[in-house]
Each structure stands twice: as structure tokens, then as C-alpha cells.
């Protein structure tokens, strides 16, 4: 379970950005110069996998039950999914994006010498690399020396881009090493004749969003309308997820507010930043807003107007998923099988790559392929708890049994591995060595706010407050105003717009 720090909240990693799965590496960067270096993730990145068909399996988790299900084989060939740019991606991933073939040379310019612009490709090392790029063994060395300490060779990947300039005389003059749009090292000749390294600093330009809409047939196509990314979808059903299904109570009707930076690098969206506030508003989900704050500059959460964090100790929803595919059921009938068979777990459609976070602190008891399960990463956490989280597609690089992780670090990866007709995660939780249902048990309210940052957080919220009240709604065809309580006829708008099982 978390520690609560001195000032008595809850202590959860820090949320800056919604591009969360960059934060560790967003950290390294940092500490290598002062400015945030971060690889690009696509803002339609999870609306890009929103397609992905997802069959529910029903199997137990590592018990009996897992081997004991014959299901036939479904044919489910997921569409292709796009392109992730995958910080953590392993050299040899299979994942990686393809190494193109780039133009050897182009002139720079009138007599100004030549440029080069190759990926880093499948080279086995930095200098293999710049070699096969055209240095000579000195220049590589030459470089090698001039970068290092300023970026970190063992992070180099496929994708990663080199620029390689020289003079009129084919002298290197400069050489840049881009990882992505805000991390790119370079390193260039004085007049003295040697190569100098630095970090190219890039600046970032944050734009204050305010925006709003009204639901019709999905938040994210909503959040789409108002000129917003779907991947905003997450932070609401993270953030909502004690108060609002969002894949059941959703209503056409329905409306939501945010509050976010936009953060670009010249002119083009990089990311979403801080997420300052959200609300929803609607017909069954009631309504709701939460604020982040900062208790200290590496440490904010969102809490509610009265200073509640929203979250309990856990993380009901170990990621940013798609859809709610299959949910706990003792005694579920098997959609193929025809017969009662326990489904002791949540399934989570999600898109290959999508990073699946511990949901408290604690143990790594288990890391590697289980049978059914696939890649399983299994936890022990205080009072009795086990969680497991299966058919990644790979695990977070260094993960080892016995070693200690904190609530929302990286474990592994969503896939689709072992029996899975589709990439999802299937999220188990034990009490005292029996299966329980982690969105009925992982539902407890967050901690209050300590004392010492009331005064500011109530002064941060009256002006939110009045912020999101003055995000005008735009106005909407009449919606049929459904009675309350609508039959099962009445249809639910999701979280995505997918249909659920
Ligand atoms: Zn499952």
C-alpha cells in the first residue's frame, strides 16, 4: 500500500502529463539537462486503437481452472495497429517501427557541405551505428567522447534519427542525435577542432485549454468534437472511476468540462500537459468534478472540492484501457463454450503497447509466461492482497522476481499473449488466497488533503471552479429526455463508443 508522506496524502506518483507512461523517461532525460526531454506520444494514440476487436475468454487465473478450458481457437485477427513510438522498446523488438532507407546525401546548400539523415537502424551499439552511417572509426570515437555523458547510449533505438553534416572538405562539422521532437543531442567543432556535445534545447510553448461538450454517442468522440484527443478518455474514467462507469452510465445528453495544457513544439501538438480540472454531468452519472494539485512540485493528485483524493490506496484500473471487455463473474456461461465457467478477473481491451501499471505498492512475486495466462506479472501486496496481471506482451525492462514496485510504475505491457483472442489485460486480485472482484473490493475513498495546503488548495479551486463554470456548453439538438431509470432497452454511450460484451 502507499505511504502516506508527511503531509498525509496518499503518496501516488506524480500524474504532470497525460502522457504518463514518458515520465521515467522524461526523468532521465531531465537529469541529463534541465529540460524535459520526452519521446512523442500520439495524441489519437489510444483513439488509433479503439477498433481493435477484443473477444472475451473466461479462464481462471493461474489455478486449475486456467488449463482446464479447452477453448477452440477464434479467429480474431485484429486490425493492424498503428506504429507506437515506445520508449522502453527493446532493440530487438519486433514491435519496431521498419528502418527505412533514407537518401544517402543532400547537399546542404549553396557550398556549404553535405547532410545526412539516417536512422539509428539495427546497429547492435552507438558506434556500430555511426559507422554504418558513414563516420570513420575516428569520427565515431571523436563523437562517442563528445556525447558522452550528455545522452545515454544504452537508450539509443531503431527509430531514433542521426544527422550527420560536413564541409566543402567532407570534415565532420556537426552530428545530431534526435530521440525524439524534445530530446536531441548534437555535437559540433569549434573552431579549436574538436567535437563539443550538448542537449538541443526545445522549447515547449503550453496553451491553457478550456473546453466542453455534450455527449452523444461516446466521451471520446465528444472530447473529439471539442477539438480534444481521445486519449483525454483515460484521465475521466481514471480519475471518475469510484463514481462513474463510463461504459454503462453514460447517457447521450450527458456533458463534460476540462481544463488542460496543450503543450507544443513549434506550433505542433507534442502532448496534453496538467490536467488542471474535469467534471462530468449527467442524467445518471450525477455530477463530479476534481481538481489536481501539487503538494509539492514532484507530487499532485486530483482531489474533489473538499480536498479528498479521488483515489483510494489503489489503482482500481491498472491503465488506460479501451473498454471494460469482460468483467469479475463466479459464475459466468462461456459466450463459446456453453457452460458456467468462473471468470475471476477484469478484462481490459486495450491496444498492444499500452502500459499496465502496479496498482499498489508491493512484491513482485512472479514475472514471466504462465500456461493460459500468457506473460504474467503477479504481485503481493500488504494485508492480504495478491494482484496479477496478464497476457502482456512483454514486461517493464528489469522487472525481477522479489523486486519491490510502487503504485502506477510500469510492470509490463498489454498483449496478447498465452489463450487470448486479442490484446486486453486480464487484472486478477486475491484476498487471502481467493479470487475476488477488484472493481467491487479496490473501491475505497481517497484520503483527505493535509491541513497544511488547505488554505491554497481551497483559494486553486474557487478559481478553477469558477474557470470550468464559465466553459460555455455548446448547444445541442433537444435530447429526448429519457425518464429515470431507463430499461435495459435504453442504449448506454461508452467510454469509447465501442460496444460492450
Ligand atoms: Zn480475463
Excluded at 532493440?91 to 547537399?107: F, G, M, T
Excluded at 452523444?216 to 483515460?234: H, I, P
Aim: with cysteine; hydrophobic share 35%.
Amino acid at each position: 500500500m502507499s505511504e502516506p508522506s508527511d503531509d498525509g496524502v496518499v503518496k501516488h506518483r506524480p500524474l504532470p502529463s497525460v502522457g504518463i507512461p514518458l515520465l521515467r523517461d522524461e526523468v532521465r532525460a531531465s537529469r541529463v539537462r534541465r529540460i524535459v526531454g520526452a519521446s512523442v506520444v500520439g495524441v489519437g494514440l489510444l483513439g488509433a486503437l479503439i477498433s481493435v476487436l477484443v473477444s472475451p475468454e473466461l479462464w481462471g487465473l493461474g489455478g486449475s481452472a486456467a488449463d482446464s478450458v479447452d477453448e477452440p481457437p477464434v479467429a480474431a485477427d485484429p486490425p493492424p495497429l498503428h506504429e507506437l513510438d515506445e520508449p522502453e522498446a527493446d532493440l530487438d523488438d519486433l514491435d519496431a517501427p521498419p528502418v527505412e532507407e533514407l537518401p544517402a546525401e543532400e547537399p546542404l546548400g549553396d557550398g556549404e557541405g553535405t547532410r545526412v539523415v539516417r536512422p539509428f537502424g539495427t546497429s547492435p551499439g552507438f558506434r556500430p551505428a555511426l559507422v554504418a552511417a558513414g563516420c570513420t572509426g575516428a569520427e565515431a570515437d571523436q563523437l562517442i567522447s563528445a556525447l558522452d555523458g550528455v545522452m545515454d547510449f544504452r537508450r539509443c533505438r531503431p527509430s531514433h534519427e542521426m544527422v550527420i553534416e560536413r564541409d566543402l572538405d567532407g570534415h565532420l562539422s556537426r552530428f545530431e542525435y534526435r530521440a525524439s521532437t524534445t530530446q536531441i543531442y548534437e555535437a559540433r567543432r569549434t573552431v579549436e577542432g574538436t567535437l563539443v556535445g550538448s542537449q538541443v534545447e526545445v522549447p515547449i510553448e503550453r496553451v491553457r485549454l478550456r473546453r466542453g461538450g455534450t455527449i452523444q454517442s461516446s466521451l471520446g468522440t465528444a472530447l473529439e468534437a471539442a477539438g480534444l484527443g481521445r486519449t483525454l478518455v483515460g484521465v475521466f474514467v481514471e480519475t471518475f472511476e469510484r463514481e462513474v462507469n463510463f461504459n454503462t452510465q453514460t447517457r447521450a445528453g450527458d456533458t463534460f468540462r476540462i481544463i488542460v495544457d496543450e503543450e507544443r513544439v513549434g506550433g505542433e501538438l507534442l502532448r496534453y500537459g496538467t490536467v488542471h480540472a474535469i467534471e462530468v454531468r449527467g442524467q445518471r452519472v450525477g455530477a463530479h468534478r476534481a481538481f489536481w494539485f501539487e503538494t509539492s512540485p514532484d507530487h499532485g493528485d486530483f482531489f474533489d472540492s473538499t480536498g479528498r483524493a479521488v483515489h483510494g490506496g489503489w489503482l482500481r484500473t491498472p491503465l488506460r484501457y479501451d473498454h471494460l471487455s469482460s468483467g469479475f463473474d463466479p459464475r459466468r456461461m462461456h459466450p463459446i463454450l456453453r457452460r458456467i465457467v468462473p471468470h475471476n478477473g477484469v478484462d481490459y481491451a486495450a491496444g498492444t503497447g499500452t502500459p499496465v501499471w502496479a496498482a499498489a505498492d508491493g512484491v513482485v512475486t512472479f514475472v514471466g509466461p504462465r500456461g493460459a495466462n500468457g506473460n504474467l506479472v503477479s504481485l503481493r501486496h500488504e494485508n492480504g492482497y495478491e494482484t496479477h496481471y496478464a497476457h502482456l506482451s512483454r514486461f517493464a525492462s528489469g522487472l525481477a522476481r522479489d523486486a519491490r514496485v510502487e503504485q502506477r510504475q510500469i510492470i509490463g505491457y498489454v498483449g496478447s499473449t498465452g489463450r487470448s483472442t486479442g490484446p486486453h489485460l486480464h487484472f486478477g486480485l486475491k484476498r487471502n488466497g481467493r479470487f475476488v472482484d477488484p472493481q467491487a473490493e479496490l473501491n475505497g475513498p481517497g484520503r483527505m488533503m493535509g491541513a497544511a495546503h488547505l488554505g491554497r488548495f481551497r483559494r486553486q479551486v474557487r478559481d478553477l471552479e469558477r474557470e470550468l463554470d464559465a466553459i460555455e456548453l455548446p448547444s445541442t439538438p433537444a435530447v429526448d429526455s429519457a425518464p429515470e431509470a431507463p430499461s435495459e432497452a435504453a442504449p448506454a454511450a461508452t467510454a469509447d463508443g465501442e460496444p460492450t460484451d
